[in-house]
């Protein structure tokens, strides 16, 4: 207790404890902040990797689909229901 007592008498040790403090819990790059950063950047991260991956799934199907007119009609009549111009299209809708 005395050596606290001495150290805050001191003026060096004053001047260091508040520069601690005011690092450690009142500055904008706190302690606190940094850890949320932190978390922030790991989930990123996270996503940056599924995303990536999502990208190369996304490209192999593209690949597929311009290299097989076939599935690219079926792609084309599934998913923007096209038609050819002598055919009557039904779109059903289920409730």
Same mark, same amino acid.
């Given at each position: 207790?005395?050596?606290? +007592?001495? +150290?805050?008498?001191?003026?060096?040790?004053?001047?260091?404890?508040?520069? +601690?403090?005011?690092?450690?819990?009142?500055?904008?790059?706190? +302690?606190?902040?940094?850890?949320?950063?932190?978390?922030?950047?790991?989930?990123?991260?996270?996503? %940056?990797? *599924? *995303?990536?991956?999502?990208?190369?799934?996304? %490209?192999?199907?593209?690949?597929?689909?311009?290299?097989?007119?076939? #599935? #690219?009609?079926?792609?084309?009549?599934?998913?923007?229901?096209?038609?050819?111009?002598?055919?009557?299209?039904?779109?059903?809708?289920?409730?």
């Amino acid at each position: 207790m005395k050596k606290l +007592l001495k +150290l805050g008498g001191n003026f060096y040790g004053l001047a260091t404890l508040c520069f +601690l403090s005011w690092m450690i819990f009142i500055d904008s790059n706190n +302690l606190v902040n940094q850890f949320k950063l932190s978390q922030k950047l790991n989930q990123l991260e996270d996503q %940056k990797e *599924y *995303y990536q991956e999502r990208k190369v799934k996304i %490209k192999s199907e593209r690949e597929e689909l311009m290299s097989n007119p076939e #599935l #690219l009609e079926k792609f084309a009549r599934e998913k923007y229901l096209m038609k050819k111009p002598s055919e009557d299209l039904y779109v059903i809708v289920k409730k």
